[in-house]
């Protein structure tokens, strides 16, 4: 769908969803490509009167090709021609409006830098200042500064900004290296000069300001990128103070301990998203800069963790949060902004999520998604209370083609209570229905209920998808999280299990009609799933798989990652103390149990999981006689970019699930008998290749 002209109507309360579609018209399966076609267009972004639209789409015609920049009026007359400009070869990052008269835009390009006496081209990123009426004499931000910072190594991304500084019309505050410190500097967004305003330290990674642009808060990254430092600081004394020190988990989406949430109206306190010591859950605070003090909690839940914030685009001043119990709700600090949310929210019907983008004047722009809703951008105003569609993310996937979710609740064996999200096919789900157990990865993350083309593509070809947020998941806070701890294919695997059995006690699915598949922990739980209830499954798929636990954690040590090999520790087992427990749970040790055939594929760039986890599955699972394949992926690191080997690992998967429990089931496995491949598994366009295939 094109850009140009997609404000198509005002919409009256009881009108229906952007694109919806009879069911008499329903597709009864959508493409890969229509599921994983990418965003073609920004996320708009509305100048700060309210009056101008910014965004960028990308279009490959002959006479305009790149990303296009456009800017609407929206106060100009019907008919009105938008401002656009082409970008050519350069990639268009990100948007934002400095004022009413200059317009931000970062833009990703191929430049030299010299490191250590030798050159080399690498992609760089870089931000230009634009008049929104012409958009032609762009002003290149830190032009006219020396070498030593435009083409310095750590200044490949020059393209984050710390504060728009909104009283300011001349200037922005950027962080930006100068030798291998990183400082906050002023930037003039007319000329792109630019002058160091706080200096910062060879560690600073971050930087946070309040009213004025006074930097209060800046994150500090240990050597190995791992442990982080939070250091604050209020106006009047100027003394920066160690608040906060934190371990990064790459593979959990748990909120830090400690982070910036928003500045306040008072210059001496700002607002924080964390979870103090002896704070159960993740909550949002007011915290006092000059005594150093939590003031008061200002935003918490129950049952679930604050999952987010909102910040004003602009001011950077806390708006209000986001939390996700079933659904995914907003609440703003406003009353007033929530009536107007509300108001939205419940045009809607409830059945999606409404995420506020953007806020200028009387307008706002919210972004629309949900399980049959792939996301669509809205345009509201206040005054005239009037909706009006942008457009949509996936404009080739048609809407009929979507699955409904059901929230599925359950009671494990120890009587836990769980809740997870089940994709219907076309036809509902029934004992005929083949199941398709999707366990999320993390382990601390969690599913929710949203769009998700992954779930949606196996739905579309006819299968049910079943995605618990068993014990460690994250979002209910940190005991729900820590009672995964050193539970890895016992009572994490037991709720995976139990969800399943719900599901059949409750004619959802047929006992010989299900698989397992997941990735990074989703596959060590797919495997475990395999190994130790065979009889519950027909299939296994593991991707980039943890399937030897003391060699997964010893890695750590191995790689001198002191923080990480402290978390896994404790999360998963120390392998001297633990090793009996961790040897009788690792599926590597587990091959001769496999009575159902197993597909296993893992980059080898993996710097998270090492590929070796695989290659030495796939060496266990040959040598115990068990029908497998394994594809190792060339060039990929832990998560699957969109791309090739993405398309291929999922055509792969489908054709192994149709023969496995689908249409196909009870033909001659294309499995059986494979040994290890190494490879990308896929050709240009995408498709299996056929000499990956050995039999």
């Known amino acids: 769908m094109r850009l140009a002209g997609?404000?198509?109507?005002?919409?009256?309360?009881?009108?229906?969803?952007?694109?919806?579609?009879?069911?008499?018209?329903?597709?009864?399966?959508?493409?890969?490509?229509q599921f994983l076609s990418e965003v073609e267009a920004s996320e708009p972004r509305l100048s700060p009167s309210g009056r101008y639209l910014a965004f960028y789409e990308h279009t490959d015609h002959d006479e305009e090709s790149g990303d296009i920049l456009t800017i609407r009026d929206l106060d100009a007359p019907p008919g009105a021609q938008d401002v656009r400009a082409g970008f050519g070869e350069f990639t268009i990052l990100w948007v934002e409006w400095a004022n009413e008269d200059r317009i931000l835009v970062a833009i990703a390009l191929m430049g030299n830098v010299r490191f250590y006496g030798a050159s080399f081209e690498i992609p760089f990123s870089r931000v230009l200042s634009f008049s929104p009426r012409t958009l032609d004499d762009?002003?290149?931000?830190?032009?006219?500064?020396?070498?030593?910072?435009?083409?310095?190594?750590?200044?490949?991304?020059?393209?984050?900004?710390?504060?728009?500084?909104?009283?300011?019309?001349?200037?922005?505050?950027?962080?930006?290296?100068?030798?291998?410190?990183?400082h906050l500097w002023r930037v003039n967004i007319n000329t792109g000069e630019a002058d160091v305003a706080e200096r910062g330290t060879r560690r600073t990674a971050l930087w946070f300001t309040g009213p004025g642009g006074f930097a209060v808060m800046r994150v500090d990254v240990s050597r190995s990128?791992?442990?982080?430092?939070?250091?604050?600081?209020?106006?009047?004394?100027?003394?920066?103070?160690?608040?906060?020190?934190?371990?990064?988990?790459?593979?959990?989406?748990?909120?830090?301990?400690?982070?910036?949430?928003?500045?306040?109206?008072?210059?001496?306190?700002?607002?924080?998203?964390?979870?103090?010591?002896?704070?159960?859950?993740?909550?949002?605070?007011?915290?006092?800069?000059?005594?150093?003090?939590?003031?008061?909690?200002?935003?918490?839940?129950?049952?679930?963790?604050?999952?987010?914030?909102?910040?004003?685009?602009?001011?950077?001043?806390?708006?209000?949060?986001?939390?996700?119990?079933?659904?995914?709700?907003?609440?703003?600090?406003?009353?007033?902004?929530?009536?107007?949310?509300?108001?939205?929210?419940?045009?809607?019907?409830?059945?999606?999520?409404v995420i506020p983008v953007s806020m200028a004047g009387q307008r706002m722009l919210f972004y629309v998604t949900g399980p049959t809703e792939p996301g669509v951008y809205y345009l509201y105003d206040r005054a005239a209370q009037s909706i009006d569609p942008l457009y949509m993310i996936r404009p080739g996937l048609p809407l009929a083609a979507l699955a409904e979710v059901e929230i599925v609740r359950y009671r494990t064996r120890d009587g836990l209570d769980l809740t997870g999200y089940l994709t219907l096919p076309e036809g509902g789900a029934r004992r005929s229905t083949p199941l398709v157990v999707m366990p999320h990865g993390g382990p601390e993350a969690r599913d929710v209920y949203d769009f998700d083309p992954l779930a949606q593509f196996l739905a579309s070809n006819g299968y049910a998808v079943f995605q618990p947020n068993f014990r460690g998941s994250a979002g209910y806070g940190e005991a729900f999280a820590r009672s995964g701890y050193q539970q890895w294919g016992l009572a994490m695997q037991d709720d995976i299990t139990d969800g399943v059995q719900h599901l059949l006690s409750a004619g959802r699915t047929g006992p010989d009609r299900i698989c397992i598949m997941g990735?990074?922990?989703?596959?060590?739980?797919?495997?475990?799933?395999?190994?130790?209830?065979?009889?519950?499954?027909?299939?296994?798929?593991?991707?980039a798989s943890v399937t030897d636990l003391p060699a997964f954690v010893s890695s750590w040590d191995e790689r001198e990652e002191e923080d990480a090999l402290s978390y896994w520790t404790e999360a998963i087992g120390d392998p001297d103390r633990d090793h009996d427990r961790m040897y009788n749970t690792s599926?590597?040790?587990?091959?001769?149990?496999?009575?159902?055939?197993?597909?296993?594929?893992?980059?080898?760039?993996?710097?998270?999981?090492?590929?070796?986890?695989?290659?030495?599955?796939?060496?266990?699972?040959?040598?115990?006689?068990?029908?497998?394949?394994?594809?190792?992926?060339?060039?990929?690191?832990?998560?699957?970019?969109?791309?090739?080997?993405?398309?291929?690992?999922?055509?792969?998967?489908?054709?192994?699930?149709?023969?496995?429990?689908?249409?196909?089931?009870?033909?001659?496995?294309?499995?059986?008998?494979?040994?290890?491949?190494?490879?990308?598994?896929?050709?240009?366009?995408?498709?299996?290749?056929?000499?990956?295939?050995?039999?």
């Open 519 to 543: 990735f990074s922990y989703g596959g060590y739980a797919a495997l475990m799933g395999g190994a130790t209830t065979p009889d519950l499954y027909q299939c296994v798929i593991a991707g």
């Open 225 to 353: 990128g791992r442990r982080v430092s939070v250091y604050t600081r209020d106006s009047k004394r100027g003394r920066w103070r160690r608040t906060a020190d934190y371990r990064i988990n790459e593979l959990s989406d748990a909120a830090p301990e400690f982070d910036w949430a928003g500045s306040s109206d008072n210059p001496g306190q700002i607002y924080i998203y964390g979870r103090p010591e002896g704070a159960g859950r993740t909550n949002v605070y007011l915290y006092d800069l000059v005594n150093n003090a939590y003031l008061e909690t200002v935003a918490s839940h129950d049952r679930v963790d604050i999952s987010r914030t909102l910040r004003d685009g602009r001011t950077g001043r806390y708006l209000g949060y986001v939390y996700v119990d079933d659904r995914q709700h907003v609440v703003f600090a406003d009353p007033a902004m929530q009536r107007h949310y509300q108001a939205v929210d419940g045009f809607f019907g409830g059945e999606v999520s």
């Open 6 to 33: 997609l404000i198509l109507f005002i919409w009256l309360a009881g009108s229906g969803l952007v694109g919806a579609q009879a069911q008499s018209e329903r597709v009864p399966r959508a493409t890969l490509e």
């Open 587 to 695: 599926p590597v040790n587990l091959a001769g149990r496999y009575t159902v055939p197993v597909l296993l594929f893992h980059g080898n760039d993996d710097d998270i999981v090492p590929v070796d986890q695989s290659r030495r599955m796939a060496r266990a699972l040959e040598a115990a006689g068990t029908d497998y394949h394994y594809e190792e992926l060339r060039g990929v690191g832990h998560n699957l970019p969109p791309g090739v080997a993405l398309r291929g690992i999922m055509r792969q998967s489908l054709e192994f699930l149709d023969r496995s429990i689908g249409p196909e089931r009870g033909q001659t496995h294309p499995l059986a008998g494979f040994r290890e491949v190494t490879g990308t598994p896929v050709t240009e366009d995408g498709n299996v290749r056929e000499e990956s295939r050995r039999h």
């Open 138 to 182: 762009p002003v290149v931000l830190f032009e006219g500064q020396s070498r030593r910072v435009t083409r310095s190594i750590f200044n490949i991304a020059l393209s984050d900004v710390a504060d728009l500084l909104p009283d300011d019309r001349d200037h922005i505050l950027m962080p930006a290296y100068r030798g291998d410190a990183l």
